[in-house]
């Protein structure tokens, strides 16, 4: 940010306390994501992460004061922490619930994926990066969350068969 802003590491550091705003909402988004489900979660929480890559990738094209700058970027940040939160709650949840008598196994398995995944997207970021810098970089993001979303929507088409599948089945099963 120095480079582009003029600004130090400080103010880039601040971002992190931004951040932490994030894991102060699990509770309310654990409640929620048990009302709702954990499907209704990730939908809203992937489409938190979309918004805040729309708006941080759209901060570097305002023609705007530096201030203004520093705001959209921490708004960006934000609204991009509650959605990864969220989404890291949701899968957890269902995940979770599998087999309940697992749950040590299953969150060590999660975990490790989810972190495997972190470093992929780390280094795709920096190549990213290296060649196309910012748009790069905000790109590679909307295009991954796209993809899981692409997914997402797939699996609740799935889901709904599955459903009315076991529905039909239980109805044959009480007919008879």
């Given at each position: 940010m120095e480079s582009h802003f003029g600004l130090g590491s400080g103010v880039v550091g601040s971002f992190g306390i931004v951040g932490a705003?994030?894991?102060l909402i699990a509770p309310m988004v654990g409640k929620l994501t048990d009302r709702h489900?954990?499907?209704?979660?990730?939908?809203?929480?992937?489409?938190?992460?979309?918004?805040?890559?729309?708006?941080?990738w759209g901060s570097v094209k305002l023609h705007v004061s530096i201030a203004m700058h520093v705001v959209a970027i921490g708004v960006g940040v934000l609204i991009l922490d509650v959605g990864q939160q969220i989404c890291q709650i949701a899968n957890q949840t269902r995940i979770l619930g599998l087999v309940p008598e697992a749950r040590s196994r299953l969150n060590t398995v999660y975990m490790t994926i989810y972190f495997i995944g972190a470093g992929v997207g780390s280094a795709l970021a920096t190549v990213a990066w290296v060649h196309w810098r910012w748009n790069g970089v905000c790109g590679l993001a909307l295009g991954l969350t796209t993809l899981a979303a692409l997914w997402h929507s797939v699996g609740s088409s799935r889901n709904a068969v599955e459903h009315r599948v076991k529905v039909e089945m239980e109805e044959t099963i009480f007919e008879a």
């Open positions: 705003v994030g894991a489900g954990s499907r209704w979660g990730l939908s809203l929480g992937m489409s938190l992460v979309v918004f805040s890559y729309v708006i941080l």
